[in-house]
């Protein structure tokens, strides 16, 4: 492959649901699509890390009561417009696009064997729920991916890393370039492979990069999730928005290995949250107990930790035939009996994890960001949808909707005879210091050791104000490091964490009102 330079109708950045699901629209309508993944494996996504499901429609429903769900979970702040155009478009998509095009082989009711498995999560007032499994993401994307692979109008660069969108006002060498508004033109990429950046020009870009997880100490994402898309955006001049919106899961497996997703349709079919007595606890903090939204249910096992000094609290399923479970968790009880927990008998202890960002770019109903040609999909960007906190199961069926919309409306901006200019791009400079990766690996432990204790579940003026002093210091350390050094993953990846954790500890100081998932003690 020649990646001295390369041209194309749309840059989709990112592998997972959202980035697949733009591919797939923009491809289908005749564009020519480069996907760029940083993973080596194309698979290597949030998405198919994604256990409990995704929303269709239950029995005898309305889209009006799903869009009063999303905004009660959202705590008041969710738009009824994004959550109407989900609930209108969300379940037609899954049925045009996963079951009848890709055939994603969803779970068939026992009772109902033609129908779809219905399913019930924390927040839902009815079972509106489709899954495969515990493993609904995995099936989607491995369905999804091979599909997309396949596509002749779509070429697929794995192990590449965007390093900096391209800009008509940053990075041109025309100098009559600052008198045009500012757009996306495409980005500067590396090749992992041989440390070579080389520029993918294109006419639309549309960042699908996933979360940010990865700036905290605990959280359910892949290490990898690290707020590149937020960074980028930044860097060219888009607005992010939320940010400080960050929905902690109240369940995640604590293992000597790592913290590990435990579905919340654990909770859905009868998993009760309890003490190491086997006692309940959740009714002290919400009439619906162990069912209750994601935030409070977090923030009361975080809380019972701390009053109780003990190290988690636990899941217990274990009440549940021991068939049925292993038939209907099988990933859950693989993931636990590798750990030495069996849920057909033990109840899984748990901590509370960063989990999914409800913030992210700003964009409109298709996508569109405030940077000309410029969109994002999926958890990177913010349509409004989630408000203060987010519905489960919501955030595959936002990406499946709002990866379309972008990939549609992209193509027609193209079709639309547009003319599209594109700058001289520089070439990048090579003459660098080598990389120390000790200095990376500890600069990593103080953004993610300072975004748990200060800008976490429970944050405070004086948590905040330690953190910012923490985090600008250690800034201006990456900063200098980054501007000597030579270029690799690592390097991308320490500069767009310092500069997300900094966004994110910004919001949070500027919000003073305790409001779904981000809550002020003071």
């Known amino acids: 492959m020649n990646t001295s330079a390369l041209r194309t109708d749309v840059l989709v950045i990112g592998s997972g649901l959202a980035g697949l699901s733009a591919a797939w629209r923009a491809a289908g309508r005749g564009c020519t699509v480069t996907l760029l993944t940083r993973a080596k494996d194309i698979h290597d996504t949030n998405t198919n890390l994604a256990q409990g499901g995704i929303i269709y429609r239950g029995r005898d429903e309305s889209s009006e009561k799903l869009v009063n769900d999303i905004l009660a979970a959202g705590a008041g702040l969710s738009s009824r417009q994004a959550a109407t155009l989900l609930a209108e478009e969300g379940p037609r998509l899954v ?8 055939g994603v082989p969803f779970d068939r009711s026992h009772e109902n064997p033609g129908e779809l498995d219905l399913t019930c999560e924390a927040g839902h007032s009815i079972p509106r729920i489709v899954h495969y499994k515990d493993q609904t993401g995995s099936a989607i994307e ?4 091979k599909r997309v692979c396949a596509h002749p109008k779509v070429e697929v660069l794995s192990g590449m890393t965007a390093v900096d969108l391209l800009t008509t006002s940053h990075h041109s060498l025309d100098p009559t370039d600052v008198y045009r508004p500012i757009a996306c033109v495409g980005a500067y990429v590396l090749n992992q492979s041989n440390a070579q950046i080389f520029p993918i020009l294109a006419k639309e870009t549309i960042l699908a990069t996933g979360g940010l997880g990865g700036v905290f100490l605990h959280t359910t994402n892949p290490p990898a999730a690290r707020g590149d898309g937020i ?8 607005r992010c928005i939320n940010l400080h919106f960050i929905q902690f899961h109240p369940t995640a497996l604590l293992a000597p290995d790592g913290r590990f997703l435990i579905s919340e349709t654990v909770r859905g079919e009868g998993g009760r949250v309890v003490d190491r007595h086997g006692k309940e606890f959740m009714q002290r903090y919400h009439p619906a107990g162990s069912m209750a939204p994601r935030d ?12 109780t000094g003990e190290p988690c609290m636990y899941l217990d399923i274990a009440h549940k035939a021991a068939d049925w479970l292993r038939e209907r968790f099988p990933g859950v009880y693989a993931l636990c009996l590798d750990r030495g927990v069996d849920i057909t008998r033990d109840p899984i202890p748990v901590v509370p994890a960063a989990h999914y960002s409800c913030g992210g770019i700003a964009t409109d109903e298709w996508g569109r960001t405030t940077v000309d040609r410029l969109w994002a999909a999926g958890e990177v960007a913010c349509t409004g949808l989630h408000g203060a906190n987010r519905l489960a199961s919501t955030s595959l069926l936002e990406c499946l909707v709002w990866g379309t919309r972008a990939g549609q409306q992209a193509c027609e901006q193209i079709e639309s005879g547009r003319e599209f200019y594109f700058p001289k791009i520089s070439d990048w400079r090579y003459e660098r210091e080598p990389v120390d990766p000790a200095l990376i690996a500890q600069d990593w432990l103080i953004i993610r050791h300072t975004m ?6 429970i944050r405070s003026e004086r948590r905040l104000n330690r953190a910012f002093r923490i985090l600008k210091e250690l800034d201006l350390e990456i900063t200098g490091f980054y501007e000597k050094c030579e270029m690799n993953d690592l390097v991308v990846g320490l500069r767009n964490g310092i500069l997300t954790s900094l966004l994110i500890l910004e919001s ?13 003690v003071d």
């Open 142 to 145: 491995k369905t999804f991916v």
């Open 296 to 307: 409070v249910a977090a923030r009361a096992i975080y809380q019972t930790m701390l009053e």
């Open 508 to 520: 949070a100081r500027q919000a003073r009102e305790s409001r779904g998932c981000h809550y002020r």
């Open 231 to 238: 960074a980028l955006a930044h860097r060219a001049g888009a």
């Open 95 to 102: 049925k045009d696009i996963l079951i009848d095009e890709l």
């Open 452 to 457: 748990w204790n200060y800008v976490g579940l």
